[in-house]
């Protein structure tokens, strides 16, 4: 029989995918560590936080893989996430500084005024990630910076055609959407972006950019 035409843009609500989180945790960095580890991804962690300074807000923090990793010129790290089994595994991670806390915290749910805000691989993870980047620009400092390592659309349409294949696949078993374009939700989200790097084929993207500023002004209540 021909094959049923791929949902390239599957839904799941953002409780379906903390719930799914949730499931994942206990396994989570044995099944995934080891992809990170061949595709070189603690190198790509480790020098997008190279440039955190100040008081640092990690969106979607999850098991905790950037907490290591931290330069001493980010005085202070509040890492949230919407799961709390994902937190429960990152608490054993903490380092023994004084610079760390954990929050469950949904990334709609933002509140503070940061001067560096962190997000790895967690956009593909929200239902709207063009609001995602619209909450974390509002809890950055007008002056401050936004750094982003994600996973998306690659260079190649070959491979966009089975990331648009398996999209729904992929979204019930990880909770991640692996297909989406971050230039385009940059963009739309109004990320004002300094310099971004591609990776493997293209669908790994690393950001440093700086947030609307209209949007920083509303956080810092001006």
Not at 50 to 69: C, H, I, P, Q
Not at 128 to 149: E, F, H, N
Not at 153 to 163: E, M, P, Q, T, V
């Amino acid at each position: 029989a021909p094959e049923a035409p791929a949902d390239a843009a599957p839904a799941c609500s953002c409780a379906c995918r903390v719930a799914t989180f949730d499931a994942l945790s206990g396994d989570y960095d044995d099944t995934v560590g080891r992809d990170e580890v061949v595709m070189g991804v603690p190198l790509l962690r480790w020098w997008l936080l190279r440039s955190a300074r100040g008081d640092v807000l990690e969106v979607a923090a999850g098991t905790g893989a950037n907490l290591g990793k931290y330069p001493a010129a980010a005085t202070s790290i509040t890492a949230t996430d919407a799961s709390e089994d994902m937190l429960r595994v990152a608490a054993k991670k903490v380092p023994a500084d004084g610079r760390f806390a954990l929050r469950r915290c949904a990334v709609e749910e933002l509140t503070g005024c940061y001067d560096t805000v962190v997000d790895t691989f967690g956009l593909c993870s929200v239902d709207d990630p063009v609001a995602a980047l619209k909450a974390m620009q509002r809890a950055t400092k007008r002056d401050g910076a936004i750094l982003l390592l994600e996973h998306g659309r690659g260079h190649y349409a070959w491979l966009n055609n089975l990331l648009d294949r398996y999209a729904e696949r992929h979204l019930l078993r990880w909770g991640c959407s692996w297909n989406r374009d971050y230039g385009a939700v940059m963009e739309d989200a109004g990320l004002v972006v300094e310099s971004v790097r591609r990776f493997h084929f293209g669908t790994t993207y690393m950001v440093v950019a700086r947030p609307n500023p209209d949007l920083a002004e509303t956080a810092r209540g001006a």
